[in-house]
């Protein structure tokens, strides 16, 4: 093999790889079934605590994330989504959340509250 093939074989690879994971900045969780992208450019922590109750009398799960970095706050019961005392309509289970510096995105459609 001469080194220009191994050369652009390499770069290729790593051209691959570079589009896994998150991107800086970017924290993915779940909250029940949705997929949650948190964009973020504070610079501060990411992670944080998730949990799921259940209220066998009102027959209701809700879900709940609070990011380690305390800017996000969510709770999901139903479907109602909760941000930071905003609240927004969720239509499907496999609708996806981003929050993009504040802004929320319901299946890549900016919405408000």
């Known amino acids: 093999m ?3 093939f191994i050369f652009t074989a390499c770069l290729t690879i790593l051209f ?3 589009g ?5 900045g970017e924290y993915r969780t779940t ?4 997929e949650v992208t948190i964009i973020d450019s504070s610079g501060k922590p990411y992670g944080g605590n998730s949990g799921t109750s259940q209220d066998d009398v009102a027959q209701t799960i809700t879900h709940t994330f609070e990011s380690a970095n305390g800017r996000y706050k969510m709770i999901l ?4 989504l909760t941000i930071n ?11 996806s959340i981003r929050i ?7 299946n890549d459609v900016k919405v408000s509250p």
């Open 2 to 4: 001469n080194t220009s």
């Open 16 to 18: 691959i790889l570079s």
């Open 20 to 24: 896994c994971g998150e991107a800086p």
């Open 31 to 34: 909250l029940g079934t949705h």
């Open 77 to 80: 019961e139903d479907k109602i």
């Open 85 to 95: 005392g905003n609240k927004y309509t969720l239509a499907q289970p496999t609708d």
């Open 100 to 106: 993009v510096e504040d802004q929320v995105e319901i």
